[in-house]
């Protein structure tokens, strides 16, 4: 994907005001709509604000220390998201995002998540591998003033991972409201990477927000075939942010916790970064990249390099998502955006240049000549012509097996695909091997109008005849309304 400038700017957006008469006494009802617009704050920010970085949750260990609890909070507060205008917001522990979760594998964790919402959520970590009972999908409700208390043995490597909820029909406004954080695992390996937290090794969950009068807005467009775009970024929760930069090389962890939007990030003078992982864990080596685009829900490990006293901005430019040129304005194909503004000190510390090698555990293809293969047609709010429903069990996987999963976008409309549980490798796009950017382990991934991805998946550890594991476009409009289903794994 080569890298390109964006567009000129235009205006944010375009407003009409429905106007529906309610029976013979001529009641008014004024509902304010939208119609999408292109969409650019290039040039237009002033980086004032130092970016939010979430507090770490420490855990308590246990006495034995066999295992650690966190406690998390969902509650609801107000938030100053721009301006001086506070916002109603959900949150983590606090009013709006959560804390970062860090924990280390081969640990025990236990996650005590309180739900004190005025509605039922779930819990969902996002890229865990785990036992169905503790997975946080549909299946696992919390209902308000109740406690869920999962546990499990951390069981990958070292990887950036998230926490969100995913209640059926509803996860796309919880998460917007702001429901999510970042969830980091550690692994004992050999390699010097950036990792002081907060100083050269960076959280930035980025999400779009539509505000009206400097509050957090919930309407929705007039025709959204992927649902609310945002006008505004947050980084971390935080408006028109900047970074101040300690060492000459710092590790960006992005994560698009986006409900629809898709972002192509670069740096505003070109400047080169490498990628060192992927979804799922690290890369075997680094790979030198302009540009990475993500779609929602999926995360990409950077390291940036600056000289002392340099300045340089992370924008986002129009992503490429193979949409026609009528369906683009719909779904933010021509929109551009500055993210966040990196600052060097004066005076920087130094970090080990990244090695060559990266993964402790090599990533491989897997031989699937013999595997078998499922078919997912991803269209309108549908896969393979179903919607979701909570007591279907759409198949059943053998433990220990290894399947080629083949997904096919066969409409206009911009899809990606999310399974729970596993990791997968990409096979091919359209015949075609994947690019740098999918050559590590993914859990989400982007599937482009009219284009077939093949991916390899393996089913390890954990089994349950009752309790199901997901499948489902992470658009999470598209979600809501059904584009979702479950399978569970069994012995053999």
């Excluded at 407003?15 to 704050?41: E, K, N, P």
């Excluded at 959560?98 to 739900?115: A, C």
């Excluded at 779904?331 to 510390?349: K, M, P, V, W």
Aim: with cysteine; proline share 8%; charged share 25%.
């Amino acid at each position: 994907m080569t890298a390109t400038r964006p567009r000129p700017i235009v205006p944010l957006r375009r407003r009409i005001a429905a106007v529906v008469l309610l029976g013979t006494a001529s009641v008014v009802a004024v509902a304010v709509v939208y119609v999408q617009a292109d969409v650019s704050t290039v040039g237009r920010l002033s980086f004032d604000n130092p970016v939010n970085i979430p507090d770490l949750a420490e855990g308590e260990p246990s006495p034995d220390g066999s295992i650690r609890t966190f406690e998390l909070d969902v509650q609801t507060g107000f938030t100053r998201l721009i301006h001086d205008t506070e916002s109603e917001t959900w949150g983590v522990n606090g009013a709006h995002l959560g804390p970062t979760i860090r924990v280390r594998r081969g640990e025990k964790v236990e996650m005590r998540v309180t739900n004190n919402l005025p509605e039922t959520t779930t819990m969902h970590w996002h890229g865990m591998h785990l036992p169905a009972y503790a997975d946080g999908g549909p299946h696992q409700p919390i209902g308000e003033g109740r406690t869920w208390s999962p546990s499990w043995i951390i069981d990958q490597p070292a990887a950036t991972l998230w926490y969100h909820p995913h209640p059926h029909g509803a996860t796309e406004r919880h998460v917007y409201r702001g429901v999510a954080g970042m969830l980091i695992i550690d692994d004992d390996i050999d390699v010097e990477l950036p990792e002081a937290y907060g100083i050269d090794d960076i959280p930035l969950i980025i999400q779009d927000i539509r505000v009206d009068n400097g509050r957090l807005s919930e309407s929705d467009p007039i025709a959204d075939p992927i649902g609310r775009l945002g006008d505004t970024i947050l980084v971390n929760g935080t408006h028109d942010p900047h970074l101040n930069i300690t060492s000459d090389r710092t590790r960006l962890r992005l994560l698009n916790a986006s409900g629809a939007r898709t972002y192509d990030f670069m740096f505003d003078d070109n400047r080169s970064f490498q990628l060192i992982g992927t979804d799922g864990g690290l890369l075997n080596q680094p790979v030198d990249l302009q540009n990475i685009q993500l779609s929602p829900g999926e995360r990409a490990e950077i390291v940036v390099e600056l000289k002392a006293g340099e300045t340089s901005v992370l924008r986002s430019v129009e992503p490429d998502l193979g949409v026609n040129r009528w369906d683009a304005r719909f779904t933010g194909a021509h929109d551009s955006f500055d993210i966040i503004e990196l600052r060097a000190a004066t005076t920087l510390s130094r970090n080990d240049p990244i090695p060559n090698r990266l993964a402790p555990e090599p990533i491989e293809q897997p031989d699937v000549d013999n595997a078998a293969i499922r078919q997912f047609e991803l269209s309108g709010i549908e896969i393979n012509g179903q919607r979701m429903d909570m007591s279907r069990i759409d198949f059943r996987i053998e433990l220990d097996t290894t399947e080629v999963w083949q997904l096919t976008n066969p409409t206009g409309t911009p899809h990606n695909f999310h399974v729970h549980d596993t990791r997968f490798t990409v096979l091919d796009i359209d015949g075609d091997p994947p690019p740098p950017t999918w050559q590590g382990w993914k859990d989400t991934i982007y599937v482009p109008p009219g284009t077939t991805v093949r991916i390899a998946v393996r089913f390890t550890d954990y089994t349950d005849p009752t309790l199901p594991y997901m499948f489902h476009c992470h658009i999470l409009r598209h979600e809501d309304q059904g584009m979702m289903g479950q399978f569970v794994v069994l012995e053999p």
